[in-house]
């Protein structure tokens, strides 16, 4: 890839304001130790064009360099990640009597995931920072994505799992020559000591939150964009997106935040973030009133398992998301989540792990409870493939019959 040109930006923190060079080493402010994003010259970016600012010689994510963290040391590491399609669901929208439903796949971005679009930037940047090596919490997708990365990048990864992590997702893990570490922690006490770990031993921590890394939000957000272009800047009333840590929605708000500064948006479109219903701590805290900071669910449980996040790291952040686009959160169970994998295959041919397909089963959801109307239009977040968790598809759909090579036992099954 030809490497973009430089992209003049500031970092500025989300909560005190502090403004930190486009050089600083710094993931969080240094002031106050709040996360901190990356804000550029939006009216320069746009210029007279009305359109997202990009680079069209260059496919994926690094399509929109100019609105990218990028700077004369930058070495971009890519696996061809992003250029994903915005897919029409016309089944869904027969079974669900609506009139427009739109799948982001993101199943097909190379480590099956919409990881990808964050470790592109944030591996980039860790190359240009001179990282001797990276860590980061993982519940499968994110860790996988990492390793791939730093193997692109060469450099040394430390991935810490949570526990009950499948061994589908493990052996997708080893695979890239990271050093793995399982471990039976929940979300918030290995996450405080991947941070630890990086502090001691001077690494930089990837952990797929914005809390930790403002790179991570900048990846992520490029999804966005390519709906924006793939919907001639036509958006959808409600984007359905799964929550974990919260930064996946997070990304995708900063990326309309974005389109809104150019004078490309007029409105936001509302946001639901869905999670497992025994392991919601963001859907809990919208639901009772409270910060998610303060939300940590003892003993969770969700087949989805990339998302089973007992503390929501970004959970502020998607919450105020969720709260200024007049959105929701809920949180869905394990049999609605299986009936969606079932769905999404049989009617649209999109294999999905459960949490990919958790969006649908919050839609099914919305619309039982008169939250969403049928004349509204609704994209459905995709983030992950079913290979990432290809037990819980057995699950859904069953072990199939044994026959023998006997046509008489085969007719019993035609036309069923």
Known sequence: MNPPAPVSFILRCISCGREHPATANDLVCERCGSPIEALYDYEKAVGNARRIPSNESIQGVWRYSPLLPINRKTRIFSLGEGGTPTLRAERLEEMLRMTRVFVKNESRNPTLSFKDRKSTVSVSKASEFGARAMACMTAGNAGSSIAAYAA????????????????????KLLSYGAHVFRTSSPTRDLMVFVQE???????????????????????????????YEDLDGS?????IVPIGGGGNLTSIFKGLRELKLMGLLDHYPKMAGVQG????PVAEAFEKGLSPDLMVIQNPSTIAHS?????????????????????????????EIL?????????????LEPAAAAPLAALKRMLTLNQVGR??????????????????????????????????????????
């Open 235 to 239: 958006l959808p009333d409600w984007f």
């Open 307 to 335: 998302i089973l996040d007992s503390w929501a790291p970004d959970g502020e952040q998607a919450l105020r998301a969720i709260r200024e686009t007049n959105g929701l959160a809920l949180g869905v169970s394990d049999g």
């Open 277 to 280: 219903k025994n392991c919601a």
């Open 375 to 416: 004349d509204e239009s609704v994209l459905l977040f995709a983030t992950g493939s079913g290979s990432n968790q290809p037990e819980a598809a057995i699950q859904a759909w069953d072990n199939p019959p044994s026959i023998e090579l006997d046509l008489e036992s085969f007719g019993k099954f035609v036309g069923r």
């Open 197 to 227: 770990v990086c502090q001691k031993y001077g690494m930089m921590n990837l952990t797929a939150a914005s809390r930790y890394n403002p790179y991570i939000k900048e990846g992520a957000k490029t999804s966005l964009f390519e709906v």
């Open 339 to 351: 009936d969606a994998m079932k769905i999404l295959s049989s009617k649209e041919g999109l294999f």
């Open 152 to 171: 692109k990048a060469q450099i040394p990864a430390y991935i810490f799992t949570i526990g009950g992590i499948s061994d589908s997702k493990m052996a």
